[in-house]
């Protein structure tokens, strides 16, 4: 089990550690700067942070001694906006601001290439970026056939003001095949590392939009993808509509109608061993996003989705208005420790799959991004 | 030569003294100062070389107006103050 946990805030980033009286802060990094993501490679252990520092723009950080030190690296940067970019978005009725898509907006994933690709990360970006480093993020490229396919001008902005990729998943024994999901903008998929690309939103229905665009790949509101590392076909999507479950890498979803109070949440974990089992955080729906009645669940299924737990036990069931957000939920490798912090700074731990929940901190910044020790 | 000025609340993220440097425009000086301190750069910045959205640049006490390509105009004794919008918060 992992015995510490890397807590990206608004505020800062603080180390959680489990000692013989409980989990704990030990240590606050960047005090004071907004953190939106957060990575500690498994592989070799480095830990990046992305910061937004608004007037000073997206700057990305990196330690090789857990934390102790650290050094700026570079951040993707955009091609310029042409003038057949602002026809295409013009034709396609796109409505962001031309300059939001040539600039870095936000770091929204940062992932681990496959383990026979030591030092090489994806990155999700806001506006609507897939990028790569080679090299521990010391450079960064542009995935150009994503990036330059004349759909992309049908993406739009999901509560952010722009598309943002946050969800980029490895298939853990072919690192060609990488699955990644776009708020909004739907699921794509390579099988050959990135040279071409295909929708995989068979299934999915986003009732937002009008009855006969309902369908469209490029329409659907993925809010976060993560698939089973033994089971990397096995994927769950919490999606703007409820929540989807693909048993063959994305080919087909069904959708669960039932899923304890509410289908409508941000995040979701699943299961490291069984792809049957996992765990989301629901809210109301999409336009009042607090939890049902003021009390503060998480649902859980072990049964791909056919039946569903609902845990309270160490969760505020009164006049509790945390959201959990994308990021903000993970789980250890054993599959039996879980982590989750709150928009409102709260942050539990669960040692037993999510029966009983530990509270760590009531009074943590804003919480964007939760993430266990390699 | 012109003397370029930044915010105090950059120091705390980037070094960035007080700087006499060569340049007639904004854009030439605050290319010096980026020369020997290339960090600096993305801060004030962005991608493009534009004036990043929430920052500001003062050329003795007038706000620049060329925010795109800094081409305005420094005297040899010129100050530039580079600092934080407000619209920013």
Redesign the interface.
């Known amino acids: 089990m992992s015995e510490r946990l890397h807590v990206a805030t608004h505020k800062g980033v603080f180390t959680v550690d489990r000692g013989p009286s409980g989990w704990a802060v030990s240590k606050v990094d960047f005090l004071g700067d907004n953190a939106t993501m957060l990575l500690q490679d498994p592989r070799d252990r480095t830990l990046y942070v992305a910061l937004d ?5 997206v ?1 990305l950080h990196r330690s090789d001694d857990e934390g102790s030190t650290w050094t ?1 690296v570079a ?1 993707p ?2 091609p ?1 906006f042409t003038e057949a970019d602002e026809a295409k978005q013009a034709e396609a009725g796109e409505f962001g601001a031309r300059r939001d898509f ?3 907006g936000e770091f929204w994933e940062l992932t681990p290439g496959g383990p026979d690709q030591p030092g090489f990360l994806w990155a999700g970006t806001i506006p609507g970026g897939l990028f790569y480093s080679a090299d521990r993020g010391d450079s960064w490229q542009l995935v150009e056939s994503l990036w330059h396919r004349d759909d992309r001008w049908q993406w739009f902005g999901g509560g952010k003001d722009s598309p943002g990729i946050h969800s980029v998943a490895v298939h853990p024994r072919n690192s060609s095949h990488v699955t990644v999901a776009i708020s909004c903008g739907g699921v794509w998929v390579t099988e050959d590392g990135g040279e071409t690309w295909n929708h995989r939103t068979s299934g999915m229905t986003a009732d937002y939009m009008p009855p006969d665009k309902a369908d469209e790949p490029n329409g659907q509101d993925p809010h976060r993808l993560v698939s089973c590392p033994s089971r990397p076909e096995s994927l769950w999507v919490q999606h703007h509509c409820g929540i989807y479950r693909s048993t063959d890498a994305g080919e087909n979803w069904q959708q669960v109608t039932e899923a304890g109070p509410s289908t409508f949440g941000f995040a979701v974990v699943t299961h490291p061993d069984d792809g049957d089992t996992a765990w989301f955080v629901p809210g109301v729906k999409d336009e009042c996003r607090v939890p049902v009645d003021g009390r503060f669940v998480v649902t859980r299924t072990r049964d791909g989705g056919n039946t569903f737990d609902t845990l309270t036990n160490g969760l505020p069931q009164t006049h509790a208005y945390d959201v959990v957000y994308r990021h903000a939920l993970d789980v250890d490798r054993t599959g039996n420790r879980l982590a989750m912090g709150s928009t409102t700074g709260n942050l539990w731990v669960t040692e037993n799959g999510g029966d009983d929940w530990t509270t760590v901190s009531t009074h943590l910044p804003m919480v964007h991004c939760v993430r266990f020790g390699a | 030569m012109p003397r370029v000025v930044f915010t105090p ?2 120091r705390r ?1 980037v070094d960035c003294p007080e700087a006499d440097v060569a340049g007639v425009t904004v854009r030439s000086a605050l290319d010096a100062v980026f020369a020997a301190n290339p ?1 600096l750069r ?3 910045v ?3 070389g534009r004036l ?1 959205t ?2 500001v640049v003062y050329v003795d006490g007038e706000p620049v107006k060329d925010r795109d390509g800094l081409g305005d105009a420094v005297r040899t004794d010129g100050e530039i103050y580079v600092m ?2 407000l619209s ?2």
């Open positions: 520092h608004g007037h000073f723009g700057k700026e951040v940067t955009y310029e040539s600039k870095l | 609340n950059l993220h960090k993305g801060y004030v962005d991608e493009h990043r929430h920052m934080q919008a920013g918060g």
